[in-house]
């Protein structure tokens, strides 16, 4: 079974930064592709930037260069750097996990984590 637990999420002032971990625990023997999504109150939950296992990623053009995604490996961590943080990046910040890859194959999976609130004040 695997769990995931996102850290990092505080209040912070527009233009400063922020940075998320996401800790990922189980299947010991595989790597995942795993993304950071978010949920403002009232919106859709939106993509924000994802990696697969073996580093490739994605990042939606809002971030426009402000985020990075990144991961330790050998700690089945993932980050996501926020810096130039604007009042509408403030939502509640998930990760997910959309597949994982085993010695034994790879499995479609749809796993979220509990989220980590990032405020910003103007």
């Known amino acids: 079974r695997v769990q995931l637990v996102e850290s990092g999420g505080g209040s912070v002032q527009a233009g400063g930064s922020l940075t998320l971990s996401c800790a990922a625990s189980g299947y010991n023997y595989c790597r995942f592709d795993m993304s950071w999504y978010r949920q403002a109150p009232g919106k859709e939950r939106e993509f924000v930037s994802g990696?697969?296992?073996?580093?490739?990623?994605t990042t939606a053009d809002f971030v426009e260069g402000r985020f990075t995604i990144s991961q330790d490996a050998a700690k089945r961590t993932l980050y996501l750097q926020m810096n130039s943080l604007k009042p509408e990046d403030a939502a509640m910040y998930y990760c997910k996990i959309s597949r994982r890859v085993c010695p034994y194959g790879n499995t479609a999976m749809e796993y979220w984590g509990k989220g980590t609130l990032v405020t910003i004040s103007s």
């Open positions: 990696m697969d296992s073996v580093g490739e990623k």
